[in-house]
């Protein structure tokens, strides 16, 4: 792979494969999006492994970064100070050591990119992720509002994501149930790798309210259709914002406490249906 805007490195885990970080901070200003977007991606090349980054062509990976680029706000960036990308490869290299003590044998491609939108949910503090394939993670950050503790949890949950791929369908093929256990499998990873708060997302609904949405979709979990997916996980008139997630979270929680003794090696290999079965709070 080619030197990109700033760094390219790879990192050492406590185990013997390596993991691969690439920030892709464009070192110039653009005046519109569609060449800002050019700029940030135009040095990925295609791996054997895993594609531009996750994505079998490179007009979908552009795609996909352009719905963290508002083409107001393109003028107004600026390249980060070294040390500000320092701060950030320590950190990746730190969270990245701490996920792999869990769950361990994996080369994962971390790769950086600027966050520049006009509005920013709170919820997230300046950084969100995506895991579009088996051991890939994307990163976004917004230089002028993330912190350390928000991208250390940030990365922690697509971690888990990333290697759940490498055992599941990817993310544009799950069912409804399957997309809300991957969810709630991340956070809860995410809670003990890392630590932190209970996320915005996974306390939508309460236990009562969980169990209740559940019955009610009983019929649908099955189903692969992407708007219901938005629906649920999104919120609209009949079901609250990010209640997909908040159902999966507290479904593994649930599960972690009366299986205690499974891995999160295994968890993540499991079968959706074994883990609703063991799953004692939705008899």
Same mark, same amino acid.
């Given at each position: 792979m080619p030197t990109l805007f700033f760094c390219y490195y790879q990192v050492n885990t406590m185990e013997t494969k390596k993991n691969r970080i690439q920030f892709c901070f464009p070192n110039a200003n653009q005046k519109n999006k569609a060449n800002f977007i050019n700029s940030v991606i135009k040095n990925i090349l295609s791996d054997t492994e895993v594609g531009y980054a996750g994505f079998a062509k490179k007009s979908y990976l552009a795609k996909h970064i352009s719905k963290y680029v508002d083409a107001k706000k393109v003028k107004l960036y600026k390249h980060p100070e070294s040390k500000i990308i320092n701060g950030i490869k320590m950190e990746i290299e730190k969270t990245l050591k701490i996920c792999t003590r869990s769950v361990s044998g994996h080369t994962i491609s971390v790769y950086v990119f600027p966050w520049i939108g006009e509005r920013y949910d709170e919820s997230f503090a300046g950084v969100n992720g995506f895991a579009p394939y088996r051991d890939v993670i994307h990163i976004f950050i917004s230089l002028n509002k993330f912190s350390m503790r928000s991208l250390s949890e940030t990365l922690a949950h697509e971690f888990s994501h990333a290697v759940f791929f490498n055992n %599941?369908? &990817?993310s544009h093929n799950l069912s409804l149930i399957e997309a809300m256990v991957m969810e709630g499998i991340a956070e809860n990873f995410r809670e003990e790798s890392v630590g932190g708060k209970v996320a915005d997302w996974s306390k939508a609904l309460s236990k009562k309210e969980t169990i209740s949405v559940l019955r009610e979709l009983q019929s649908m979990l099955d189903?692969?259709?992407?708007?219901?997916?938005?629906?649920?996980?999104?919120?609209?008139?009949?079901?609250?914002?990010?209640?997909?997630?908040?159902?999966?979270?507290?479904?593994?929680?649930?599960?972690? %406490?009366? &299986?205690?003794?499974?891995?999160?090696?295994?968890l993540m290999k499991m079968e959706v249906s074994e883990i609703l079965f063991r799953t004692k709070f939705i008899k």
């Open positions: %599941k369908r &990817n189903s692969s259709d992407f708007q219901l997916y938005r629906d649920i996980f999104f919120g609209n008139n009949k079901f609250k914002k990010w209640t997909g997630y908040s159902i999966g979270y507290r479904l593994i929680k649930e599960f972690l %406490k009366s &299986n205690r003794n499974t891995s999160w090696v295994n």
